[in-house]
Nanobody, 124 residues
Framework: QVQLVESGGGLVQPGGSLRLSCAAS????????MAWYREAPGKQRELVAHIPSSGTANYADDVKGRFTISRDNAENTWYLQMANLKPADTAVYYC??????????????????WGQGTQVTVSS
């Protein structure tokens, strides 16, 4: 089994900063892609930031220059550093990973996993 546990959400004033963390554990051979998504009330879940094994990160246009995604492969952990937060950033944030694991003994397969979500609220 592979489990993603995220943390770091909370209430912050506009212009403030937060750092979200996601740690993967279980039968992990490798993690190919790590990402962060967010879901605001009444809106679809959207991709915020993505970082593949190559290390070249991609960001949604409305967070580019403010958010930074990074990964620590040795610890199977990745982060989302959020700066200059705006009320529009308020959402539940979910971490995501494409993981090479073994569900059937002796066979390696790539599966998608999600964290449980953490609330980020930006308000004065």
């Amino acid at each position: 089994q592979v489990q993603l546990v995220e943390s770091g959400g909370g209430l912050v004033q506009p212009g403030g900063s937060l750092r979200l963390s996601c740690a993967a554990s279980g039968s992990i051979f490798s993690i190919y892609a790590m990402a962060w998504y967010r879901e605001a009330p009444g809106k679809q879940r959207e991709l915020v930031a993505h970082i593949p094994s190559s290390g070249t990160a991609n960001y949604a246009d409305d967070v580019k220059g403010r958010f930074t995604i990074s990964r620590d492969n040795a610890e199977n952990t990745w982060y989302l550093q959020m700066a200059n937060l705006k009320p529009a950033d308020t959402a539940v944030y979910y971490c995501y990973a494409e993981v090479e694991t073994s569900v059937v003994p002796g066979i390696r397969s790539r599966f998608q996993y999600w964290g449980q979500g953490t609330q980020v609220t930006v308000s004065s």
